[in-house]
């Protein structure tokens, strides 16, 4: 027999709903409560192990309050809600709960969730620690450098690595995101299988579906073959979807429905694909401001967000730079074939005073073009900008935010190259992104396109 639960919720065709749903699933159900003031006498004299939590009961205290009684318990707790809006978000997200049901939900769901509450909170406690696989107390390839920060996630990265769970890699651009998600893939038991990587943000919207699910052929104008989608592709393997933050809403709706059934149905198609795929997801967003907004569901969120690991920017990091500089040099002097081994102290020096807003990518662009322009065997300085950007807004202690610095950048690329945003000389390849991202940032960010 699994865990017992107690369910706190006033609407009793809802919580009825739930406990044969759970009983069905095989957990205990200790009682239903429809107020704080019960919730507290059945958590004494029934000791559940879980409880599931509404927001608005009866009574003058919220399930929020009961939050804050349950964490100095030490009673796990998730919760079950139709209440979405922004201040609600931040007052559960206080309570750091193990899940966040949207209402209504499937039984399926429900299970599912409970999985991934009860795996996080194993996490948290150290039990899952201690029955994960063991990897090898290695060193992960193209994971360059050895300061504290940098060490706790290689040590994230060696736990989770032999699970199946889901990944939510978070961190600016250019950390490394899609490297660690290559080492995660590589650490696991399907690493000899594929790993498949979506740049959702590149994605236009009207493909999403075909390209994540596959199409059958005459599914739509020009759909003159079978297609293959990802997940498909990715089958025993792992899919990385990198800037998963990029997705519309009702892709979001089927990719739930993907993680959460393990199947896929191909546009067009009336038969569904079982899919054994590992999800690792990436974004340089936050995805609980998007879900407070509206333009990210919270149901993926959690599903995606069992096991969250956080990159630091190079600035955090400044110990790794110098490591960091000498492996991009040795990487590009051999690509290059030419005699550059060493790097002059003051040119050291520069970068480890640099403020790094491209972190490790752009410090990796930079060496590779020094190697290229040096004419002798070491690099003696570095031709770094002298004016970046400053976060403060001028005659203000208040910071801007990453989507209007971001936007600030785009502008400034697209001001020097005339408004041009492909081909040779624009925007996009200033940026040294791809032009459909380009586009697909310029509209979400709400930036005109001048020129082509």
């Given at each position: 027999?699994?865990?017992?639960?107690?369910?706190?919720?006033?609407?009793?065709?809802?919580?009825?709903?739930?406990?044969?749903?759970?009983?069905?699933?095989?957990?205990?159900?200790?009682?239903?409560?429809?107020?704080?003031?019960?919730?507290?006498?059945l958590i004494e004299s029934k000791r559940p192990d879980w409880?599931?939590?509404?927001?608005?009961?009866?009574g003058d205290l919220t399930g929020i309050d009961l939050a804050?009684?349950?964490?100095?318990?030490?009673?796990?707790?998730?919760?079950?809600?139709?209440?979405?809006?922004?201040?609600?978000?931040?007052?559960?997200?206080?309570?750091?709960?193990?899940?966040?049901?949207?209402?209504?939900?499937?039984?399926?769901?429900?299970?599912?969730?409970?999985?991934?509450?009860?795996?996080?909170?194993?996490?948290?406690?150290?039990?899952?620690?201690?029955?994960?696989?063991?990897?090898?107390?290695?060193?992960?390839?193209?994971?360059?450098?050895?300061?504290?920060?940098?060490?706790?996630?290689?040590?994230?990265?060696?736990?989770?690595?032999?699970?199946?769970?889901?990944?939510?890699?978070?961190?600016?651009?250019?950390?490394?995101?899609?490297?660690?998600?290559?080492?995660?893939?590589?650490?696991?038991?399907?690493?000899?299988?594929?790993?498949?990587?979506?740049?959702?943000?590149?994605?236009?919207?009207?493909?999403?579906?075909?390209?994540?699910?596959?199409?059958?052929?005459?599914?739509?104008?020009?759909?003159?073959?079978?297609?293959?989608?990802?997940?498909?592709?990715?089958?025993?393997?792992?899919?990385?979807?990198?800037?998963?933050?990029?997705l519309p809403l009702d892709s979001q709706v089927k990719l739930?429905?993907?993680?959460?059934?393990?199947?896929?149905?191909?546009?067009?198609?009336?038969?569904?694909?079982?899919?054994?795929?590992?999800?690792?997801?990436?974004?340089?967003?936050?995805?609980?401001?998007?879900?407070?907004?509206?333009?990210?569901?919270?149901?993926?969120?959690?599903?995606?967000?069992?096991?969250?690991?956080?990159?630091?920017?190079?600035?955090?990091?400044?110990?790794?730079?110098?490591?960091?500089?000498?492996?991009?040099?040795?990487?590009?002097?051999?690509?290059?074939?030419?005699?550059?081994?060493?790097?002059?102290?003051?040119?050291?020096?520069?970068?480890?005073?640099?403020?790094?807003?491209?972190?490790?990518?752009?410090?990796?662009?930079?060496?590779?073009?020094?190697?290229?322009?040096?004419?002798?065997?070491?690099?003696?300085?570095?031709?770094?900008?002298?004016?970046?950007?400053?976060?403060?807004?001028?005659?203000?202690?208040?910071?801007?935010?990453?989507?209007?610095?971001?936007?600030?950048?785009?502008?400034?690329?697209?001001?020097?190259?005339?408004?041009?945003?492909?081909?040779?000389?624009?925007?996009?390849?200033?940026?040294?992104?791809?032009?459909?991202?380009?586009?697909?940032?310029?509209?979400?960010?709400?930036?005109?396109?001048?020129?082509?």
């Open positions: 027999m699994k865990e017992k639960i107690l369910i706190v919720e006033d609407e009793f065709i809802v919580a009825n709903d739930l406990k044969i749903m759970l009983v069905k699933a095989g957990y205990q159900i200790t009682g239903i409560a429809s107020s704080v003031v019960q919730a507290r006498k409880v599931l939590l509404d927001i608005m009961l009866k804050w009684e349950l964490r100095e318990m030490q009673l796990p707790f998730l919760y079950i809600s139709a209440n979405t809006n922004q201040s609600t978000l931040e007052a559960v997200k206080e309570t750091h709960p193990y899940g966040f049901m949207v209402k209504p939900f499937r039984e399926r769901d429900l299970v599912v969730m409970l999985d991934i509450a009860k795996y996080r909170f194993d996490e948290e406690k150290g039990a899952f620690t201690s029955i994960a696989p063991t990897v090898p107390d290695t060193e992960i390839e193209g994971i360059i450098g050895n300061s504290a920060l940098l060490k706790d996630v290689i040590e994230k990265i060696k736990i989770v690595a032999p699970a199946q769970t889901s990944v939510l890699i978070l961190g600016e651009s250019g950390t490394g995101k899609e490297r660690v998600a290559h080492a995660i893939h590589d650490l696991s038991a399907h690493k000899s299988n594929a790993i498949v990587v979506v740049n959702c943000a590149a994605l236009p919207q009207s493909l999403v579906e075909s390209e994540l699910f596959g199409h059958e052929k005459g599914a739509f104008t020009g759909a003159n073959t079978l297609r293959i989608g990802k997940f498909e592709q990715a089958h025993n393997g792992t899919i990385f979807l990198d800037e998963i933050g990029e739930l429905r993907v993680l959460q059934e393990k199947e896929i149905q191909r546009l067009g198609g009336s038969s569904t694909v079982k899919v054994n795929v590992r999800v690792v997801a990436a974004t340089n967003r936050s995805l609980e401001k998007e879900v407070a907004e509206g333009r990210f569901r919270l149901d993926l969120y959690y599903r995606l967000n069992v096991f969250p690991i956080q990159l630091p920017p190079l600035k955090e990091r400044k110990e790794d730079i110098e490591a960091l500089a000498y492996y991009f040099l040795a990487k590009y002097a051999a690509s290059s074939r030419k005699n550059v081994t060493g790097i002059n102290p003051f040119a050291l020096t520069q970068l480890m005073h640099y403020d790094w807003p491209g972190n490790i990518r752009e410090l990796e662009h930079l060496i590779e073009r020094n190697v290229l322009l040096t004419r002798s065997n070491e690099i003696e300085k570095f031709d770094l900008p002298t004016n970046t950007v400053n976060p403060l807004q001028e005659n203000s202690a208040t910071l801007k935010s990453m989507e209007e610095m971001e936007k600030e950048h785009i502008m400034a690329a697209l001001q020097k190259c005339g408004g041009k945003v492909s081909g040779p000389g624009g925007a996009a390849e200033l940026l040294k992104m791809q032009p459909q991202t380009l586009f697909s940032k310029m509209k979400k960010l709400g930036i005109k396109q001048g020129y082509e």
